[in-house]
C-alpha cells in the first residue's frame, strides 16, 4: 500500500497535503459476499445509527446470519416490521432471488473485471452504479475505482480543488487521472479529509 500512497504524493501535490493531514491509510474491508450487499442497501439514505439498528433486527430475524434463503422465508411485512420501506423489502428480497437462483455467484465476482461486476450488481433492483462501485472497494477491495456519483467524493473534491460547483463525472475524471491505478485509496483518503476538517 506504501505504493499506492508514494504515488499520490508524487501525482498530486493537492492529495499529497491530504494525505498528510489524514494520516495513515485504514481502510476497512468487508467479506464479498450477500450479507455485505443487503447491509448496503439497509444503509442507502439512512443515518448509520438508525440503519445499524434496522439491519440488527433483519440479522436477529434471520436467526443471525443473513442469507439468501432466511430473508426469502420471512414474509414482507414482517421485514417491514423491522423498519426496512416497502421499497428496500423489495430490493432484499430481489438480491435474494438473485443470489438464489444464480443469477449473482458471490464466488465468481472476485475473478470478474470491475466493469462486469458493476453489470451483474446493477441487474437487482435497488443497486445502482454507486452501491456497485462500494462493493467494488469496500468488498472486492479494487484498488482503481472512482465513484463519480459519491456526493461526499464530489463535496471533498470541491473543497480540496477550491472549484466553484461540485464537479461533474467528467471534471472528476480529469482530477483522477493521475492517480491512477489507485483511484479507491485517493477516493478513501477525500472521504476522510472531510471528517478531518470536521474534528479541526
Known sequence: MQEAI???RRSDAVL???IDRVGKYAIQFRDPDFETLAKSIVYQQLSGRVASVIFGRLLAACGGRLTPEAVLRLRPSRM???GLSTQKTAYIRDLA???RD???LFDELPGLADTECIDRLTQVKGIGVWTAH???IFALRRADVLPTGDLGIRNAMRRAYELEDLPSPAQMEEIAAA???YCSVASWYLWRSLESENDL
Open 80 to 82: 417491514k416490521s423491522l
Open 6 to 8: 508514494d504515488h499520490l
Open 179 to 181: 492517480w491512477r491505478p
Open 97 to 99: 432471488r438473485h443470489a
Open 102 to 104: 444464480g443469477r449473482i
Open 134 to 136: 462500494m462493493f467494488l
Open 16 to 18: 499529497a497535503a491530504i
